[in-house]
Structure formats: C-alpha cells, structure tokens
C-alpha cells in the first residue's frame, strides 16, 4: 500500500473504459492507494501456452484425449466443444483457443465437428463482429462460433439434480452431446465462485436459466462459505463444480491476469488441478493487507467491466463483502464507470435493475428475493445489501438516468463524487479515503487486529 502524493491538491487515475479517468484531490481527504503485486507478465504467450499444453496437470494432452475420444465413438463421428467465456471477461480466447484446435486436429476430430461456444448464461447474445473482436477471425471462419443459450429448453440436457442443495442440472445439449469438453477462462475472484474459471465457463455460462436462478438465489447468497476468495466449504463452488463435471468438463486452458489484465499465469489440465494452481498464484497476487476501514473508498474498473452497472456494481460488492469490510459502516464507495451500455442488455442485467428500480427501498429488494427470485436479480441484492452498510456514488457515467433508477448516488466527475461522500460522512475534518484503482483484481484485507 501506498499514500497518494503530499502536498496541495494531488492528482490520481483509476480505470475508465479503455482509458484512464484523472480526478483531484482535496486537502483534507487522507489517501492510501492499495494495488494488486507487480508481477512479470507472460513474455511469450504462445511458448507458454505450447509448454501448459505439453505438460498438463493431472490429465492425458488434449490430443490424447481426442484420440480417445475417436476410438470411444466408434463409428459415430466424435465431436468437440470449447467453451469460452463472454464479452465482460477479458480472456484472451483469441490466443487460447487456436493451439486448442491444432491439438483436437492432431488428435483426429476435424475443424467441421469442433464447435466454440461463448457462455453468455444471461447476458445478451455477441454479435458477428464481437465474436471476431474476442476470438480472431481465424477461429471465427475455422469453426462454428455459437452463443449459449440459456432461456430455450429446447436446447437443454437434463443432468439431474445436483449437490449439496438439489440444484437443478440443465446445461446446453451440445455441451452434454459432446464427446469431449474444453473450457478456457479466467482464474479471478468471484462473489459467489470464490474463484471464476473454467469450470464456471461451462457450469453458469453455458446452463438454463433454473441452474441461474437456483445457485444465485438466497440460499446461497446467505450462505457463509458463499464468500470471495474462498474455495473451500463453498456450495456454490461445489454446485458449479459438479455441474460442469456431469456436462462432461475434461480439459481447461485457464490464465491468471494482473489488475492491468496482462496474463502472468497459465495452466492447462483436469479443471480441478487447474483450478487449485491458479487460485493460489491468483491469492498470491490480489490480496493486500491494509491497516483499517475507511470513511470513503475509490474502486476503479475500467473495460470490459465498466460497460454496464450490473458488471460495474461488483466493485462495490466485493468491498463491501471482503473478510471485513473495507468501507467502515455509514460510509461511502465511489465508482467510476463509464456504463456505455447502461444497466446492461441482457434479460438478467434487466431483472437487476428492475429489482432495484421497483422496490421501495434496499432492504425490500432483499425481502422481494427471500419471496421469489429469478436469475440477474442476485445483482441487485448484493448491490442492496452494499446500500444498508454504505453510500455507493456512480461517478462520470454515460448513463447517470440509469444510475438513480437502481437507487445509487450519480456524479459528474469523481471530485463531485467526493464532495457527496464527505457530505454523507459528516464532513469531519480529516477524512480517510482508499483508492483500489483496480477494484475487482484487488482483495484489500484488513489486517487481523486493527480497528475496524
């Protein structure tokens, strides 16, 4: 950790967009400025990739399981499917994904019967060019390139109910029809995963929407191993876990990125060897240690996150929901985001904002979730529970409409964003302030002992 610039009115950056947002800050706010650790990025992708693939954890090569994936169809042509992840995970597919295919190729299954699917669970569907942007146009006219889809059952495979809370299994029949499943993804904090991945690529991103609705319902919400960071005694981990085992999960190709998303990590092999490696390289990375709660905290995003508030309003959340706090109670979170896309397109972001803009105040969006819940709502919950313990103030969106109907502050800029947060506070004569410019790559951890 370390204090903003001494002296006058100091200037900081956080994230926004694919730029940088630069804001003053006045004298009387006391600034610590907490960063993910400086790691050397990868230095050449497609070595290090070759070597993860050469020498994969706890698995036979990709080539070989497609050659055994040959000889267990007989013959019936075998087929492959890659799951990827979407337009709001800065994956780099584009680089990932080719090796994948040399390696099915290799191993006897044809571009013609290998298929990539991009998880979009209840997000909207990728358009041509967006598939091109994430993937490469080489993939794109290679093989066929689908979205999920996760609202027409038509498509769906029934994979039984699933532990440890009965969870309903549906994952896209292409994925369970496959003969041999491959997932790329980010390892990543996450609110309810502890850590994202590959399994997660294919157990939320390619689901139906009762596997949505059922883990990010309230059962889970309130559970205390649904936590950030936290693998072990987690349902939800468990439940995604599970899932993407029984739709046929054998293979991940999983990079850990810095809070700059440049990759400094890659594995390659069974998903939960991977999983397991890249979580603790991940921890190594974005936990930070700080000395206290602060009145006020600054929590950069930036591109692909900051496109929308349902993504944006996780840099609240996972402040809020740190192993402490990191906002003391009563105090405010400023976010700087550019929300080009307002709450979001899809039929989940929708239900987010809906949920909010509906309710009278945040505790009924979380009585409304107790009583009935679908999928995209969790959104609003977290975001509901944030706003019992805090202000959260959108600064310098594109959408600050957007930003009042889900019952959040809106700002210019984030200096007006600050002005509100010391109003909210009392405007005391010092006031504490935290900059996370990278907010959800950043795990600020109050030190055991210090005063919270």
């Known amino acids: ?65 497609a050659r055994k994936s040959v000889s267990d169809a007989g013959p019936r042509e075998a087929v492959a499917v890659i799951a990827v992840t979407d337009l709001t995970r800065a994956c780099p597919d584009d680089v990932l994904v080719p090796p994948l295919l040399d390696e099915l190729n290799r191993g006897g299954i044809p571009n013609e019967r290998i298929t990539v699917m991009i998880g979009v669970g209840l997000h909207r569907a990728t358009t041509d060019a967006e598939k091109r942007e994430k993937l490469g146009d080489t993939v794109v006219d290679r093989v066929r390139v689908i979205d999920s889809d996760g609202l027409d059952p038509a498509k769906w495979a029934d994979l039984g109910p699933i532990p440890p809370y009965d969870v309903p299994g549906w994952t896209q029949k292409i994925v369970k029809d496959a003969d041999l499943v491959i997932a790329t993804g980010i390892v990543e904090p996450h609110q309810y995963a502890g850590y994202s991945g590959g399994r997660k690529t294919v157990a939320i991103g390619c689901c139906g929407e009762p596997v949505i609705t059922a883990t990010h319902g309230m059962r889970f919400l309130e559970d205390p191993g649904v936590r950030l960071g936290k693998l072990e005694g987690n349902p939800f981990h468990q439940t995604v876990t599970e899932i993407a085992r029984r739709a046929g999960l054998r293979f991940c190709l999983n990079v ?4 700059r998303e440049h990759v400094v990590a890659v594995a390659a092999g069974e998903p939960t060897h991977v999983l397991d490696e890249l979580a603790a390289r991940a921890a190594e990375i974005y936990t930070r240690p700080i000395e206290k709660q ?39 979170i400023i976010i700087p985001a550019q929300l080009g896309e307002g709450a979001g397109e899809g039929l989940g972001e929708q239900r987010f904002l809906a949920a909010l803009e509906q309710a009278e105040s945040p505790s009924a969006v979380v009585e409304a979730a107790r009583r009935s819940f679908s999928g995209g709502e969790q959104r609003a919950v ?52 935290l900059l996370v410019p990278r907010a959800l790559h950043t795990l600020p951890i109050v030190r055991a002992g210090a005063p919270a």
């Open 256 to 259: 850990v990125t810095d809070d």
């Open 294 to 332: 602060y009145d006020i905290a600054i929590a950069g995003v930036g591109a692909p996150k900051d496109v929308n508030l349902y993504q944006a309003s996780r840099a609240a959340t996972y402040l809020r929901f740190a192993p402490t706090p990191v906002v003391r109670e009563g105090g405010a």
């Open 382 to 433: 977290m975001v509901a529970l944030t706003l019992q313990w805090c202000q959260i103030i959108v600064a310098a969106s594109e959408a600050p409409e957007v930003v009042r109907l889900a019952k959040l502050r809106a700002a210019v800029d984030v200096e007006e964003a600050l002005d509100i947060a010391y109003e909210h506070i009392g405007r005391p004569p010092r006031a504490s302030v």
């Open 1 to 65: 950790m370390r204090n903003a610039p001494a002296g006058g009115a100091p200037f900081q950056r956080v994230p926004y967009g694919h730029q940088e947002i630069e804001f003053m800050i006045q004298p009387w706010f006391d600034v610590d400025v907490v960063e993910s650790a400086r790691v050397a990025p990868v230095a050449d992708m497609p070595a290090t990739i070759a070597r993860a693939l050469a020498r994969p954890l706890g698995s036979a090569s990709v080539n070989e399981l």
